[in-house]
């Protein structure tokens, strides 16, 4: 697969993981406490990393 078709289906991934399982982002009262205390270390955006 080429990168940025890699990268593309990553973020399109993510962005259904994030935006529709996740629990977090429904309770952080800020995007930067939602990225320092859970989305830096999302274990889901770890794996889909590995690829990129």
């Given at each position: 697969m080429?990168?940025?078709?890699w990268?593309?289906?990553?973020m399109e991934?993510?962005e259904t993981?994030?935006d529709?399982?996740?629990r ?8 930067e406490e939602l990225?320092?205390n859970?989305?830096?270390?999302c274990?889901?955006?770890?794996a889909l990393?590995?690829?990129?």
């Amino acid at each position: 697969m080429h990168a940025h078709c890699w990268e593309q289906k990553v973020m399109e991934l993510m962005e259904t993981v994030c935006d529709s399982y996740c629990r977090w982002p429904l309770e952080c009262r800020s995007s930067e406490e939602l990225e320092e205390n859970h989305c830096n270390d999302c274990v889901m955006i770890q794996a889909l990393n590995l690829g990129l």
